[in-house]
């Protein structure tokens, strides 16, 4: 009836954002997988809509892998945006380690969110479970400012700026383990942009291209990025 419907609203309202709040989403479900799960984190401002554009990739990666997206959860409205890269990384760990207990692990991360992966590949090192694989899809250093969020919602769009200044801010620890880079500038060129980071020993890093650009190598040429991060793991 009509006088339920606002009751109803609230329901699906609350719903939903208890859906935001969560920090993990099963991109692909394998019931007795064989091998361990792949856990990304997707750049941009890394809520689940930045996860659609790996859909085209998901389809040619190995039948038996599992993976697992890792997304922000700050657009619900009652969570705050973490206080920094570090706490953002813990908040994963323990996520992770409720699919996955023990490692070995493997990470991705897109874009900017190879900062949140190095960070979290840092913790699993300290806690004497380290990555087995750290994979980074056309690595960014962030910007300070974020891009467009679509949206005329300032709530949002001052936490999304939020989020862009705590990875912006983040402390670029050295990374010890081998990092397979797959991105779609010339092998040189991506080598001197990661060197900018001042975090690799440039003999860890493994370089591939694969075709496109930033905004369309995800979207366009999933079979070939799914050919590569089947060899790196």
């Not at 991109?27 to 997988?33: F, Q, T």
């Not at 892998?65 to 760990?93: C, H, M, W």
């Amino acid at each position: 009836s009509a006088r339920n419907e606002p009751r109803a609203f609230r329901r699906w309202l609350q719903r939903l954002d208890r859906q935001k709040a969560e920090q993990i989403v099963a991109l692909r479900r394998i019931e007795s997988p064989s091998q361990a799960p792949l856990f990304v984190c997707p750049g941009g401002w890394g809520h689940e809509r930045e996860l659609l554009v790996f859909a085209s990739m998901l389809q040619h990666l190995p039948p038996d892998l599992p993976v697992y997206g890792l997304k922000q959860n700050f657009l619900a409205n009652s969570i705050p945006v973490a206080e920094s890269v570090d706490t953002i990384a813990r908040n994963f760990l323990a996520t992770i380690r409720n699919i996955q207990p023990k490692g070995p692990y493997r990470l991705l991360g897109e874009c900017i969110a190879g900062v949140v992966v190095l960070e979290l590949a840092h913790q699993l090192e300290l806690a004497g479970d380290p990555a087995e694989k750290i994979i980074l899809l056309d690595p960014r250093l962030p910007r300070t400012q974020p891009p467009d969020t679509g949206t005329e919602s300032e709530h949002v769009s001052e936490k999304v700026r939020r989020y862009y200044q705590i990875l912006t801010e983040a402390t670029q620890r050295p990374c010890v383990r081998r990092v397979h880079v797959i991105g779609t500038e010339e092998t040189e060129h991506m080598r001197r942009r990661l060197e900018q980071w001042n975090i690799f020993d440039t003999a860890q890093l493994e370089i591939v291209r694969v075709p496109g650009d930033h905004d369309s190598y995800l979207r366009q040429h999933g079979e070939e990025l799914a050919r590569e991060i089947a060899l790196a793991i």
